[in-house]
Nanobody, 123 residues
């Protein structure tokens, strides 16, 4: 049984930082690209960042470039999202997801999803 469990969300003031973690189990972690998506109330789920299993493919949404950093530790089956210079518009539920193919920005390509962690940025 595959499980992706996010943690690290919370309430932070604008300009602050948070580090999200996603621990994976039940899958060969090093064979999957790992991505982060987010969904704000009343909006569609949107791509944030993805990193291939080898780290050779790395993509960010334009809205987070230069502020967010995705990393992964294949030995720990964990992917991280370091979020700096947070803005109120970053407020959303953040999800990690596993893609068996090459790193993609399309949610439909992902096989497994976590339950999400809430990030709230106050102004």
């Amino acid at each position: 049984q595959v499980q992706l469990v996010e943690s690290g969300g919370g309430l932070v003031q604008a300009g602050g930082s948070l580090r999200l973690s996603c621990a994976a189990s039940g899958l060969t972690f090093s064979s999957y690209a790992m991505g982060w998506f987010r969904q704000a109330p009343g909006k569609e789920r949107e791509f944030v960042a993805v990193k291939s299993w080898s780290g050779g493919r790395l993509y960010y949404a334009d809205s987070v470039k230069g502020r967010f950093t995705i990393s992964r530790d294949n030995a720990k089956n964990t992917v991280y999202l370091q979020m700096n210079s947070l803005k109120p518009e970053d407020t959303a539920v953040y999800y990690c997801a596993a893609d068996p193919g090459v790193a993609t920005t399309t949610p439909d390509e992902y096989d497994y999803w976590g339950q999400g962690t809430q990030v709230t940025v106050s102004s």
